[in-house]
């Protein structure tokens, strides 16, 4: 690296960047525009949908409630057969 004694071109530099006015860092820009989003009606089903998931709880106590009493009673009854071709029919 070569540095030359030049004293006027080093003055020369910080004249330049000292000749525009210093911005401050608490200072904002002028804004000119301002940002937009637009969700489609796909985006706006689907949040609609997932904030009433959102409000669900994750226990249908009802659908277990229902199903204990049944297997207690002993009214719960399935077929062998269609346990068996739901085996058949899901893919691990």
């Known amino acids: 690296m ?11 530099a910080y ?8 911005r401050r860092a608490g ?6 525009f301002k940002d937009e989003v637009q969700l489609s009606s796909e985006a706006q089903s689907f949040r609609s949908m997932l904030h009433d998931l959102k409000g669900m709880e994750e226990v249908r106590q009802d659908k277990v409630d229902f199903y204990t009493r049944a297997i207690e009673t002993g009214n719960y009854d399935v077929s062998a057969a ?8 899901s893919r691990f």
Do not use: C, E, F, H
Request: glycine share 4%; hydrophobic share 50%; proline share 6%.
């Open 15 to 22: 004249a330049v960047n000292t000749a525009r006015p210093a």
């Open 27 to 32: 200072q904002a820009l002028p804004v000119t």
């Open 2 to 12: 070569y540095i030359s004694n030049n004293v006027q071109a080093a003055a020369g």
């Open 82 to 89: 269609n346990i068996a071709s739901r085996m058949l029919m």
